[in-house]
């Protein structure tokens, strides 16, 4: 399943990054796309994990960056 999240705080390049790392190491997530520009976290992930969806925010909201949708 992808996802498209919507984030408030990610403003540069390097937060971007962090959050791209952190959103990658939650397990059963396949691919991940922080988006500065737009705002924006795509992840791709397996819809059959219990609680990703949790844990995907948790991670990015672990960088200190808000979750909004």
Known sequence: MQKK???VGMFDADTAAKVQSAVAAVGGV???VANCDK???LVD???GTAGIEDAINA???GCGVDVIG
């Open 59 to 61: 991670a990015i909201s």
């Open 30 to 32: 396949t691919n991940t």
């Open 39 to 41: 705002s924006q976290v």
């Open 5 to 7: 999240i919507y984030v």
């Open 45 to 47: 992930f397996d819809e």
